[in-house]
């Protein structure tokens, strides 16, 4: 693949091939895309769907850089009005055009070349070829790409995607049900390695000391990003970042409590960094997760002292007019009650002219009318400056600490993004204990030795073990037997044990496995 240069001026092509790999290949566009970059999409009829997925998985800013050309308007209309009329002059150092064809791409190649010359464009992605002089980088699917997909194709033939569902279900958090479903295989020995020490360690913390609670860790890392750029969190974002502060707290304990300095895990513990000030004083900010608590501020709670005693006073006033004789009979109901927030009682309609006051609202028979008595008009203007007062000091209360957020947003992330991993390194353990799996001894030679081995998605119960002896003494082994004989499932059996080694999952068989380090699985 020929990655596209992150230059400041450049005009530059991307031609996509196989529009079913588009989802693949958008890391790639959006780590080359600077912010100043504009898309223009060439939509062809057939795979107009296909481009229209793309672009809505653009990491854009800003939404009015996507113009949206057809075929037939390309032909017809010249191409330097078409961009002249939609990007000024600092845009058209910064193009991008898509196409799922390159006779489209090529055919335009003039008009392009015209325009980058007329507007004193340089053309510093030049390829070589006359007919690429414009500089378009034919971004074709490149072999890194290719071997994602083959090993997708192998993954969902051996069903690993079915073991990681299996092996989500063993975690607590949906952060880390996510990091379970995305898990593939390590490309190195030693990372596999790791891997597996620390399943291990895991493991041996779940015998002997069971496991924290990860049922409050939510993903934060959004909302502190944010609060770092000054934004307003809403409270149950800054709920959710005190949840994994006194997560982080208690989840350092335990590990500080259980795990020695040799253990895989040890030095991730260290990345925890609790803030108990700041955790204490957002969750005694509010009493649940819409509702700020009086004892956020002093100055709240005296507000909220002045709106009760107001309401008593408006309350008081109007009881006493409802349970009067002489007003009982203009009223549809003898009850007090709000709209608009404030306070007023129901009067029927033919008697507007007998209680003097405000009209706040009509029922839908028009026979109701709310009227706010004019004794009462003052109390409820007083009430609805104390509820004004008390929504900007509410303002101020979830602004200051979101600022505070904000302070702690890098720690506040990477402790989310810790105790998600040792949420998923727990879930590992426990799907090891689930199948009753062992640790296997990795090698580079090829050798696989698995005694009673069984496939991971199949019942205890109805799954016959296999012995699997491979690599060492001859390496190759022809299966042969009846159908329904078991032949595809061992070969499953025996391309998962390696890829779930390879990912860190211990396997299903019994001690000293051995399972090869292999590249591919096939």
């Known amino acids: 693949m020929e990655k596209l240069e992150n230059s400041p001026e450049r005009i530059c092509g991307f031609y996509v091939s196989d529009w079913h790999l588009v989802t693949m290949i958008l890391p ?147 952060a880390a049900k996510e990091l379970c479903l995305s898990l593939s295989p390590a490309e190195t020995r030693e990372d596999a390695e790791k891997a597996l020490g620390q399943t291990a360690s895991a493991e041996k913390l779940l015998l002997n000391f069971g496991a924290p609670s990860f049922g409050s860790l939510k993903d934060v890392t959004g909302a502190c990003a944010r609060a770092q750029n000054g934004a307003q969190l809403a409270p149950s974002e800054l709920l959710a970042a005190a949840n994994v502060l006194k997560l982080t707290e208690r989840l350092k304990k335990f590990l500080d409590e259980h795990l020695d300095e040799s253990d895989a895990l040890s030095e991730d513990r260290y990345s925890l960094v609790p803030n108990n000030y700041l955790a204490d004083k957002i969750l005694s900010s509010f009493v649940g997760e819409d509702e700020v608590a009086d004892g956020a501020s002093p100055a709240l709670r005296e507000i909220r002292r002045k709106q009760a005693q107001a309401r008593n006073k408006i309350k008081s006033s109007l009881d006493s007019l409802v349970r009067s004789q002489q007003t009982q009979k203009y009223l549809q109901e003898n009850i007090v009650t709000q709209r608009n927030g404030r306070y007023v009682i129901p009067v029927k309609a033919e008697y507007r002219s007998e209680i003097a006051g405000l009209v706040h609202d009509t029922s839908s028979s028009g026979a109701t009318l709310f009227i706010e008595p004019m004794s009462v008009v003052n109390a409820n203007n007083e009430l609805s400056e104390l509820d004004a007062k008390e929504r900007a000091e509410i303002d101020r209360i979830l602004s200051a600490l979101s600022s505070e957020v904000g302070d702690y947003a890098e720690t506040i992330s990477e402790d989310f993004r810790t105790a998600r991993f040792f949420d998923f390194c727990f879930a ?95």
């Open 28 to 174: 790639y566009i959006n780590k080359e895309l600077n912010e100043k970059a504009n898309i223009v999409t060439i939509l062809e009829k057939d795979i107009e769907k296909n481009i229209k997925t793309l672009i809505s998985k653009l990491n854009l800013k800003n939404e009015k850089k996507v113009l949206k050309l057809n075929w037939k308007a390309s032909k017809e209309k010249n191409i330097n009005e078409i961009l002249n009329k939609n990007y000024n002059e600092n845009d058209k150092n910064n193009i991008l055009f898509i196409s799922g064809s390159k006779t489209y791409i090529d055919v335009i190649n003039n008009d392009i070349f015209s325009w980058m010359k007329e507007n004193k464009i340089k053309n510093e992605n030049k390829i070589g070829k006359e007919n690429e002089k414009v500089g378009f980088k034919k971004v074709r699917i490149i072999e890194e790409i290719q071997n994602k997909l083959d090993m997708e194709k192998e993954f969902t033939t051996l069903e690993f995607d079915k073991v990681l569902a299996a092996l989500a279900e063993h975690a607590i958090s949906p």
């Open 428 to 522: 590992k353990a426990r799907y090891a204990a689930a199948l009753r799996a062992v640790r296997p001894e990795l090698n580079e030679n090829g050798i696989i030795q698995a005694e009673k081995a069984r496939h991971p998605l199949i019942s205890k119960d109805r799954c016959v073990p296999i012995d699997i002896a491979l690599g060492d003494k001859y390496s190759a082994l022809i299966v042969t037997g009846p159908n329904t004989g078991g032949k595809t499932v061992s070969l499953k059996t025996t391309g998962l044990l390696c890829l779930m080694a390879k990912s860190g999952l211990f396997v299903p068989c019994r001690d000293e496995a051995k399972i090869g380090f292999f590249d591919r699985v096939f």
